[in-house]
């Protein structure tokens, strides 16, 4: 089955720095990649989203970027605020149909520092 | 429109009792899921269906059952619990997904924080 590999786990940024969180897929035949934020206490809430035919994706201050040649995508967040801290999840989608086995990472706990 | 809903919010279990999850949804959507959230391990797909009728097993299905009667209705029961089923199980629903098309948002319902002793 899909695996999927999340670093770091755990980053820190001061307030109006970048962040950036990779992720990498073992299934060559995943073809779609959403990135969830969940919030202490909250449900996941789907914040971005790349399909396979497309390399970048952008809104506002948050892109998601996808190499498939090397198996790997990664979440951009620019000028981060304090509410960007939460906790982030990448995943990928194995089946034909969709996201009927989406396979999580294991999140990174992203800190804004005022 | 409620979106996905779960009851209860928490709950409290003894060994080897047994109990039904409850997730709903309002929005027609025929894809529905239980996830598992464990500190440090991300959310691991318990079971999944694709419609009403229609289940199958994701990647930790063993010590429970679902059932799709209905596209509104996905429970998930705990036939006998075991204390490494303390968890946080999340709810989820998207759209049918066609074939050959891509897929679409997961929806999430709030969870519910499941205690074994």
């Known amino acids: 089955g899909e695996n999927v590999e999340q670093h770091p786990s755990t980053l820190s940024v001061q307030e109006g720095d970048s962040a950036v969180i990779k992720c990498t897929y073992s299934?060559?035949?995943?073809?779609?990649f959403p990135w969830y934020k969940q919030e202490l206490g909250k449900r996941p809430q789907l914040i971005i989203d790349?399909?396979?035919?497309?390399g970048e994706k952008k809104d506002q201050r948050i892109a998601v970027t996808l190499n498939k040649t090397a198996k790997h995508f990664s979440l951009h967040i620019t000028e981060t605020q304090p509410e960007d801290s939460a906790v982030y999840f990448c995943?990928?989608?194995?089946?034909?149909?969709?996201?009927?086995?989406?396979?999580f990472g294991t999140g990174t706990r992203l800190t804004i520092i005022p | 429109n409620a979106g996905v809903t779960q009851t209860p919010k928490f709950q409290v279990l003894k060994t080897g009792q047994s109990m039904t999850l409850q997730c709903a949804q309002d929005?027609?959507?025929?894809?529905m899921s239980w996830y598992r959230q464990d500190p440090g391990m991300g959310l691991r797909l318990i079971h999944y269906?694709?419609?009403?009728?229609?289940?199958d097993q994701g990647e930790v299905p063993n010590g429970y059952n679902v059932s799709r009667s209905t596209t509104e209705d996905f429970p998930l029961r705990l036939l006998s619990a075991a204390p490494s089923q303390t968890s946080v199980y999340f709810c989820?629903?998207?759209?049918?997904?066609?074939?050959?098309?891509?897929?679409?948002?997961?929806?999430f319902g709030p969870g519910t924080r499941l205690t074994v002793l």
């Open positions: 989820a629903s998207s759209p049918r997904i066609l074939a050959g098309r891509a897929a679409d948002t997961q929806y």
């Open positions: 299934d060559s035949a995943s073809n779609y």
């Open positions: 790349i399909r396979s035919n497309v």
């Open positions: 995943a990928a989608s194995l089946s034909n149909f969709g996201n009927e086995k989406l396979t």
């Open positions: 929005m027609n959507h025929e894809y």
């Open positions: 269906s694709v419609g009403a009728g229609i289940t």
